[in-house]
């Protein structure tokens, strides 16, 4: 699998399975002061219809400080809030945590005059992303 075929995602590898992942980002995200919103096993969701998928967690997460701002420039942002990471294992049983990169969602966006708080964004997911994966 090619981890730059899909454009505005930022991939860290992981040391741990995706549930020790998923953990280790629960407890970091809420460390931060965010909320965890949702968790979705898409593996057990695969396994309830008889079919099977590798270990697949999505875990969405925010902060209405950042998100409301990002919002207020662009409403159509709210399509791709609140932030999310994927935490998944590919072909070769490595496990990566993939989430969105907050320029990217600017550009989709046209989001405009948030610049540092998208470069505070952008920092925060980056440095909790590589703590879980550590």
Excluded at 104 to 123: P, V
């Amino acid at each position: 699998m090619n981890l730059n075929n899909a454009k505005g995602l930022i991939h860290t590898p992981t040391n741990h399975s995706c549930a020790q992942t998923a953990e280790r980002l629960e407890s970091l995200i809420a460390e931060k002061g965010m909320r965890i919103i949702a968790k979705v096993d898409h593996a057990a969701s695969a396994a309830k219809i008889d079919e099977t998928l590798r270990p697949t967690i999505l875990l969405l997460f925010g902060n209405p400080q950042a998100g409301t701002p990002v919002m207020q420039s662009s409403q159509t942002a709210g399509i791709d809030l609140p932030q999310k990471y994927l935490i998944w294992e590919d072909q070769d049983g490595q496990s990566w945590i993939t989430h969105n990169d907050p320029a990217y969602l600017a550009e989709r966006h046209t989001a405009d005059g948030i610049d540092m708080l998208l470069t505070n964004i952008a920092t925060a997911l980056q440095s909790i992303a590589s703590a879980a994966g550590e």
